[in-house]
């Protein structure tokens, strides 16, 4: 694995969420072709289930835009009721989308140089 | 089809508004945009998220006069005369739960301002509140037909009652609810008058609408990310123009000197903003489908779409119905210093034993975790508080269906301030009716859609 590196997504991807009632929609899109694969990869509905396993989706659903290097995941029952229920703070979860963005990816170092941002290496020490 | 014909020119159509409450001085770069480029131009306002007719009704039981978009005034006030004077048409949902009260709000501001009477059309067919419509919703809602008194119910309408005013002459398009990308689509329909069954440029249409919907989201309005996504001028960010030309495709771009930043990320983002499937975005217009979409750089802060198709329109459109369901309490209190965290889970607990049984409380620990815990704050009561922030502030909140009940919560926050854990301090309270919101589709053939012209007494006075 010396050939490897980890860094967080928000090195490989932007995204935005938005929300219909119950309902959150997540982007993910790389900020290169070459990050492509390895974002498909490992952004997967079981691995993004798994990261709002607190929240119980009822599905997570992937819809991949390779034309464009991004993906759409829509997650149901996830907003504590949506707007006009969640007692949350954040009742359009709008925030949720850098949960996804703090995800670790493992990634051939020699794509290093496609990433972006600082060259922190610092991964949230959390695991949820 | 074979033709001769020369294709019409492209069309130009700015937005200065993505939601109720955006910036009420972003109108005035786009029209001198629009003004300046000597196009066939619009202006749209895009001021209605799910929640928002639903309190413009509320509104309006208050006050018979109010129920449009509160702002209006002050969103139209410093553009009317340039876009009266220079035909940009305006369109807009800021009509809300009172089109015509909106109206007569904009026919009064030209009189004030000493402007020509404009034309203003009011589209109808949205309101499906009143008891007329009770049994077609009963029957589309089913178990889901609340018991309580209906709110608002409203039906996303489409573009054609938009279309048909504009081309009948209207200067101003005063809606409630329609589909937001129809706000774009009606005015492409009326100044290429394509087919309502060409369904790619119906499409395309749409997803530029869909670009422009949410005003700056799509020209660097949330979007910055210091050291990962820099957007210049923040303050002063450029409100978007999309270009449609009559392939239906579009180019977006902002006005020149303003702030903001418009690439293919920003673009992306956008595009794919509260999609569900990307094959089958659905409006009451068209089914567009983005899978084989372009977004591509055409210069400094211009991107083109391109690729979008579209599939026949939905047989059914979607209603938001709204109801009086209880009442939302909420209050915060702060804790600082040594063992700030543990005072304040200490102040959580007394509250819950004291409102044991009552009804769920959420609890958030600003500074530990606001927004990402569940309602069960299952990650406060994991968290480990000795590495907190020493400056935290606890939320609480539940709901109630009584009102007096749900006042329980924000008076046992305040009584922290003697019978609390030491040094707690800045008690905010809020209550609020809350809104419960059921969907459901309705065949299109039941719902009448069009336009009148508003009152011509308040426009000619």
Excluded at chain 1, 19 to 26: A, E, F, H, P, T
Excluded at chain 2, 97 to 115: D, E, F, T
Excluded at chain 2, 173 to 187: I, N, Q, T, Y
Aim: aromatic share 6%; glycine share 8%; with cysteine.
């Amino acid at each position: 694995m010396n050939d490897h590196i980890t860094v967080p997504l928000y090195r490989l991807a932007h995204g935005r969420t938005g929300d219909k009632g119950n309902r959150s929609n997540i982007s993910v899109i790389a900020w290169h072709p070459a990050l492509w694969d390895a974002i498909c990869a490992q952004v997967t509905e079981a691995a993004v289930a798994a990261l709002f396993a607190d929240r119980q989706p009822r599905q997570v659903q992937r819809y991949l835009l390779p034309q464009l290097q991004a993906m759409n995941l829509v997650l149901d029952e996830v907003l504590d009721g949506g707007v006009n229920d969640a007692l949350n703070l954040d009742s359009h979860g709008k925030t949720l989308c850098f949960r996804v963005l703090k995800m670790p990816i493992v990634l051939p170092a020699h794509l290093q140089a496609h990433l972006v941002g600082l060259d922190d290496a610092a991964l949230p020490a959390t695991t949820e | 089809m074979q033709t001769d014909k020369t294709p019409p020119a492209p069309m130009l159509i700015g937005c200065a508004a993505g939601f109720s409450g955006d910036r009420v001085d972003a109108a005035g770069p786009v029209v001198q945009a629009l003004v300046a480029l000597q196009q066939p131009a619009f202006l749209i306002f895009e001021t209605l998220a799910e929640r928002t007719l639903a309190l413009a009704q509320l509104a309006r039981r208050d006050d018979p006069e109010a129920g449009y978009e509160p702002l209006l005034l002050e969103l139209l006030r410093p553009v009317l005369a340039d876009c009266l004077a220079h035909r940009i048409r305006i369109v807009s949902n800021f009509g809300a739960a009172n089109p015509q009260g909106a109206a007569r709000a904009i026919a009064a501001l030209a009189r004030s301002l000493g402007l020509r009477a404009p034309r203003i059309a009011v589209v109808q067919g949205d309101d499906l509140s009143g008891p007329a419509h009770r049994p077609m919703l009963a029957q589309a809602l089913g178990d889901q037909m609340p018991d309580q008194p209906l709110v608002s119910a409203n039906a996303y309408i489409g573009a054609r009652p938009i279309a048909e005013a504009l081309q009948a002459g209207a200067d101003i398009v005063v809606c409630g609810r329609v589909a937001d990308p129809s706000l774009v689509l009606g005015p492409a329909m009326a100044h290429f008058g394509w087919a309502w069954d060409d369904w790619d440029r119906l499409a395309r249409a749409t997803m530029a609408g869909h670009l422009l919907e949410c005003g700056t989201q799509v020209s660097g309005g949330y979007f910055a990310d210091p050291g990962y996504k820099e957007v210049p001028g923040m303050d002063q960010l450029g409100y978007p123009i999309a270009e449609i030309d009559d392939s239906g495709n579009c180019s977006i771009f902002k006005p020149e000197g303003t702030g903001g930043c418009i690439t293919p990320a920003t673009v992306k983002e956008q595009l794919l903003y509260e999609i569900h499937d990307p094959r089958c975005y659905l409006t009451p217009d068209v089914v567009a489908d983005i899978s084989q979409a372009q977004v591509l750089a055409e210069g400094e802060n211009r991107v083109r779409l391109e690729g979008v198709i579209g599939h026949p329109r939905p047989a059914s459109l979607k209603v938001n119905t709204c109801y009086a369901s209880g009442w939302f309490a909420e209050a915060e209190i702060s804790y600082a210093g040594p063992r700030a965290a543990e005072r304040a889970r200490l102040a959580a607990q007394t509250v819950a034993q004291r409102l044991q049984g009552i009804a769920p409380i959420r609890t958030d620990l600003i500074g530990v975790t606001s927004v990402w815990g569940n309602d069960a704050s299952d990650w406060l009561a994991g968290a480990d508080l000795s590495t907190a922030s020493p400056d935290v502030r606890l939320r609480m909140a539940w709901q109630h269906a009584d009102k007096a009940t749900a006042a329980r919560l924000p008076r046992e926050v305040n009584a922290l301030y003697c019978c609390g854990p030491a040094g707690g301090g800045g008690v905010r309270s809020h209550m609020r009716q809350r809104l419960g919101m059921v969907s459901c589709l309705v065949p299109q053939p039941l719902i009448a859609t069009g336009f009148v012209w508003a009152a011509q007494e308040e426009a000619t006075a």
